[in-house]
């Protein structure tokens, strides 16, 4: 076991030293890092966003395609479908 006069300045030194990395490397979704870490973040580029536009319309268009497919299957509306003839 550790002893506590050797384990709570070094987890102490730990924090400090994550806290001190958070600040100079804020990088994530949001706003662009400063200096030496600063590249746009991904999703805010002009081909990120129109990609995710164009993905969305994909999307809604397929959606409404499948909508109107579902309306013209037979017993969409709750009705029996035709009973087959016999052979």
Sequence with gaps: MTPDRLFY???????????????????????????????PPELQTQAAIAMLRHNAQLEADAKKAAEGIKSHEPGADGARAPAAAPR
């Design 9 to 39: 300045p070094l987890a102490a030194l730990v924090a400090a030293g994550l806290i001190a990395l958070a600040i100079v490397y804020p990088q994530g979704q949001g706003d662009r890092s400063p200096g030496a870490f600063g590249h």
